[in-house]
Every structure is written in C-alpha cells, then in structure tokens.
C-alpha cells in the first residue's frame, strides 16, 4: 500500500459522532418498520447496520486521529479485507475444537494471532513506527473483526423456529455493539502497540511474544466468564452435589444462584475490561516515552 503524506479529503474530525448518532437513529427506524410491516428483507440491513455500526465509528475515530498519517486506503483495507480474512482464518483453525473448556480457550489464543498476522500485513510500508499508531491501527483490524464476528452471530440470533425472532437478534447487537470497544478492538490495539515496538531497543521481540499471550489469556477469560459465573455461583451457594445428583437447581435456590451468577459476570467482565484499558494505556505511554528517548539521542 502507498502510505498518503497528507489526505487531501475534508477532515474526518468531528464525524465520528455524527455518524454514531445518525446510524442509531437509522438503526431505530429500521428496526420499526421492520417489526411494523414484517418485511424480512429489512432483516440484512438490521443486521448490518447493528454490527458494523460501532466497529465503523472506530475506523472514523482513528482516521480522525491520524489523520495524514494513515491513508483512507489503509484504514478500510485493514478493516474490510482484514476482518473478512480474520473470521475466515479463524473458523478454518477452530473448526476442529470440541466443545470442552480447554478447546474453548484455545478460540482466543487462535483468533489473537490470526488478527495479530493481519495487523502485520496492513503495516506494510509504515516506515515510521510509534506504539500509537500500531494501537490505532490494532483497533482497526479488530473493528474489523468484530463487525464481520457480531454480523455472523446476530444472523444465528434471528434464526427462529419457523420464524424471525427479531427479538434475539436486537438484544444480541446492543450487547456485542457495547463490549466490542473493550472486545476484539481494544485486545488487537494492544497487540499493535507493541508490534509496532519491535524496532525499539531492549527486547522487542519477547515483549512482543508476551503480550500475544497476555491478550490471548484475556480473550480466552472473556469467551469463560459465562461459565465460570455459573459454576462459581452454584459452588458459592453450596449446591454443587444437588445439581450433581438430580441435574438440576433447587426452585428455591435457582433464583439467588442467577443472580450471583449475573454480578459475577457482570464484575468479571468490568475487571476484564479495566486491566485491557489499562494495559493500553501504559503500553502506549511506555512507546511514546522510549520513542522521545531514542530521538533524544539521535539529536546528541
């Protein structure tokens, strides 16, 4: 790809916004005509629009931020090609797994480094490299991902018995719509930022080899926290060996087991989401420092 010195199209800054409000609205209006008149043609675009909505604001809140740094072209190849090719990459890889805890694991460790190989492949060409731009543009592979993943998931949401079940595939959008900025984005810009150290002093490549595996473990424990909330919800309450014996919860204790099941889902999630915010942000202030010290020393 030819690297733009400068993007002579009008400035992105400032449209993020605007395009996430009118593609909510749009979305909204969609969604009534839909259940008004039900056309499943509409079905489609609902489903486009409630997935790639927010991965797409990302690319235009990247663009904006890097602006005449990234191409447009680079931007939108890194999020069409790269999401198509990573959900294809990743279903050939997992379409062996069982259905067992540690199969499912795997998923996050095979996804990361399917995202991971075509972050490297849209870098291509970047002469110039800061861990605020491989994060920038990390987040683009994963919006990418994440679109074409929520897309696949909210179509099996609206596959009804014999019908559309519109009310499935809403409640799946909102849902993957709301965690992927702490989802796939933000586990691919982490990845970025620290690809895009590999040329700084130290060791670039263990760092590199380390934090594959860190996002991969926090992927993994994202896709388990349902399960493990399950699990430590029935073993909190004491009722381990009476869904053992009879398969089943006692109706008395199922209520206050799902509940303690949803808070620590909800808290694992939350905890999930801050050490990935937080890793981010001290990788990137981490490359920026180390990158001013190299500059430093090259003017000496």
Known sequence: MVEASRDSSPGLHGYWWKVLLGGVVLWILTIVVTARTENTNLIPTLILLGSFLVPFVVVLFVGARQEGVLSPVRLFSAFFIGGVFGVLGASLLEVDLGKSALQFALVGFIEEFVKLLILAIAARGITRRTAGLGASLGAVVGAGFAAFE????????????????????????????????????????????????????????????????????????????????????????????????????????????????????????????LIGINWLRLSVRHGTRREQESADRSMR
């Open 150 to 273: 929520s897309a696949g998931y909210a179509f099996n949401a609206a596959l009804g018995q014999n019908t559309i079940n519109l009310t499935s595939l809403l409640e799946t959008e909102v849902l993957r719509a709301a965690l992927s900025p702490v989802g796939h984005i933000l586990w691919t810009a982490i990845l970025g930022a620290a690809l895009f150290s590999l040329r700084r002093p130290g060791r670039p490549v263990l760092r590199l080899i380390l934090t594959f595996v860190g996002v991969s473990a926090l992927h993994s424990l994202w896709d388990l926290i349902g399960p493990l909330s399950s699990f430590l919800a029935v073993l909190f309450t004491g009722t381990v060996r009476f869904e053992l014996t009879y398969g089943h919860l006692p109706p008395s204790v199922a209520p206050e087991v799902a509940f303690i099941s949803l808070l620590m889902y909800i808290g694992g999630m939350v905890i999930i989401a």
